[in-house]
């Protein structure tokens, strides 16, 4: 009786293109839309090199450091000034006869500022050794060690994850009862010999695996077609996919249980699920986040679960080094499923 109950919620599911959407689409979207902005790709820098026979070094060093380009097109200061208040430049080095060097940059690109200025004054420094006639006392050798590549989508592919299991655990169970609601589906299982608790585990079965094709279906996304990287067991990431989703879909029934529509459902749900997506490192290290806000938002139940997954893709750990983010899913689960067993009733369909 299980099996077959879980057979047909899961062609409900399939049926249902609102819930297709959360379940699916939706992750996808943003699989892809991380995948094609590649946010830690900084890239060159544009460079005008101004000034008379003594910038004919700086052009140079410009012309041979790797992240800079020498851009030759401005032969004054006004027009490369004007060029890098329109966004064509986004460095201006004027070199004067005097020996004196001036570096005009855009105070907006911060981030880009910290990177390339640093070079910049690396150039001028060894013009200055040259200048003196003074031989380098220290020279600097350069190995390296093969070491863990970690890019951001990298980062960002375990919190989509996460972020695709909660916000359908939330947002498309609650639309799914609360539509069921409206069409009497509820009520009609009171009726029938059939027992309630069974009913309810049918449908949490079935969403439970849709979670694991869920997750299954972004990591693939992100890794064969955006060259993500997955390092750790599957299984691990598997089991907290698991132990999160019961934390959401218990979430899930609390909010259907406080509303009579799937678009009712819909507003309730995307106004839990969108705080905790962007307060549990999803997109970014909460450790950026002001004041005591870092250690507020690790009491939400999408930060254990993004946490751990991320530590397993990246870092290969097993899940006996995530004890801790075991302890609070399950204990989410347990007070989640205890207040949404208070909450919900067939009798209110």
Do not use: C
Request: charged share 15%.
């Amino acid at each position: 009786m299980l099996g077959k109950l879980i057979v047909a919620d899961v062609k409900m599911i399939v049926r249902n293109r609102q819930a297709l959407f959360w379940a699916l689409a939706f992750p996808i979207l943003f699989a892809t839309i991380f995948g094609l902005f590649r946010f830690d790709d900084i890239g060159e820098a544009d460079v005008a090199v101004i000034g008379g026979a003594s910038a004919t070094p700086f052009r140079a060093a410009v012309q041979e450091a790797e992240p800079l380009a020498l851009d030759d097109a401005f032969a004054t200061e006004v027009t490369a000034r004007e060029a890098l208040e329109d966004g064509e430049l986004d460095f201006v080095m004027l070199v004067g006869d005097d020996g004196g060097v001036r570096v005009l940059f855009d105070e907006g690109e911060a981030d880009r500022n910290s990177v390339f200025l640093p070079v910049l004054r690396q150039i001028v420094d060894q013009a200055n050794l040259r200048a003196s006639g003074v031989p380098p006392r220290y020279q600097m050798s350069v190995e390296g060690i093969a070491g863990t590549a970690v890019q951001y989508y990298d980062f960002v592919l375990p919190g989509l994850i996460g972020m695709a299991v909660m916000t359908y655990g939330i947002i498309g169970l609650g639309g799914t009862i609360a539509q069921w609601r409206g069409q009497r589906i509820l009520r009609r299982i009171l009726a029938t010999p059939l027992s309630p608790r069974t009913f309810l585990a049918a449908v949490v079965v079935a969403h439970l695996l849709l979670a694991l094709v869920q997750s299954s279906l972004v990591m693939a996304w992100g890794v064969f077609l955006f060259d993500g990287s997955i390092r750790g067991n599957l299984l691990w990431i598997y089991a907290f996919v698991l132990l999160g989703n019961l934390t959401f879909l218990n979430i899930g029934f609390m909010v259907a249980s406080r509303v009579q529509t799937a678009e009712a459902a819909s507003g309730l749900g995307n106004a839990v699920a969108m705080p905790m997506m962007f307060f549990s490192g999803v997109f970014f290290p909460t450790a950026g986040l002001p004041w005591i806000l870092p250690t507020l938002t690790s009491l939400l139940p999408l930060r254990p679960m993004v946490d751990a997954i991320r530590s397993i893709s990246i870092d290969a750990t097993s899940i006996t080094a995530h004890w801790s983010e075991l302890g609070q899913l399950l204990g989410w689960a347990v007070v989640t499923f205890v207040v949404a067993a208070r909450m919900f009733r067939f009798e209110r369909a």
